[in-house]
C-alpha cells in the first residue's frame, strides 16, 4: 500500500486491536459495559477533533484524510457488548450479526482507505459487500480455528441448531473428542466459510492497484487455515490449525500476481 494508506490501516489496526483487549485482554474481569460507554464517548471526541491519546491521534488522523464513516466503530464496540452478554448463539443468524459487529466491521473500516479502483465499474455496494464477507469469513475461520481454546473458557461460537441437526451438544464440545458427527458438522462449516471468501475474492480487483496485494494476500492465508483444520482430521479442540512459514512465503508472489487482475471495465470486457 502507499505509505499514506499503510498508515491509516495502522491506525484501524491499532484502534481494533485496544478495543479488542478491552474484553479480551488482562483488565478483561474488571471491563463493564459503562467502560464500553466510556471507550464509545472517546471515539466520538477522536472523530470531533479531539483524541484523548497519541494513538486516538493516529486514527483522527485518519478520519481526516480519508471517508471513514463512525458507525462500524460503534458497531465493533456493540459486538463487544454482546460478547460480555452471551456465550452461545442460537442459529447462524445470530452467529452471523456477532461476526459482523468484530469482524465484518474491519472490513467496511477498510475501504475508504484502501479505495476503489478509479476504472473499476463496481457498485460501491458490491465491493463493500465484498470486504464484509471477507470481514465475516475471517472470523468464522478464527472461530473454527479456536474451538477448544473458547471452549475452555466456557464459550461456543457456533450456531445450536447446526450442532443439533448432526446430534452434538454442548457437552461433546467440552468433551473435545473428534467423531463422524464432528466431522460432519465441521465439513459444513468449512464449507460455509469457503463460500464467504469467494464472495470476498470477487471484490480485491475492484480495489486500488495499490492495495490488492495485501489484502489477496491476507485472504489467502486465513483461508488456508480451513485447509489445516481438514489435514488435522478436524481436530480442533487440541491442535491450533496453523499455516507454515513455507506456505505463506509461496503466498505471496501467488497473490501478487493474482492482485495483478485490473477490474473488470468496458473497454475489457469488449476486447473478448
Ligand atoms: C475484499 C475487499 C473488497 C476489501 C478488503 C476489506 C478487508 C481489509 C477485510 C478484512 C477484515 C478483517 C481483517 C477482519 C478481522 C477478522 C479477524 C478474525 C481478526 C482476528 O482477530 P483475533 O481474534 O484477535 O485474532 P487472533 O486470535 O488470531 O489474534
Redesign the pocket.
Known sequence: MTPERRRAIWAIYVWCRRT?ELVDGPNAPHITPTALDRWEARLEDLFNGRPFDMLDAALANTVNKFPVNIQPFKDMIEGMRMDLRKSRYKNFDELYLYCYYV?GT??LM??PV?GIAPESLASTES?YN??LA??IA??LT?ILRDVGEDAQRGRIYLPQDELAQEGLSDEDIFSGKVTDKWRNFMKKQIKRARMLFHE?EK??K??NASSRWP?SA?LMLYKQILDEIEANDYNNFTKRAYVSKAKKLIALPVAYVRSLVAPSTISSSHRN
Do not use: F, Y
Request: glycine share 14%; net charge negative.
Open positions: 479488542d469482524a474491519v472490513g477498510s475501504v484502501m465491493v465484498a470486504a471477507l470481514g475471517n472470523q478464527n470476498a471484490g480485491v475492484e480495489l489484502v491476507s
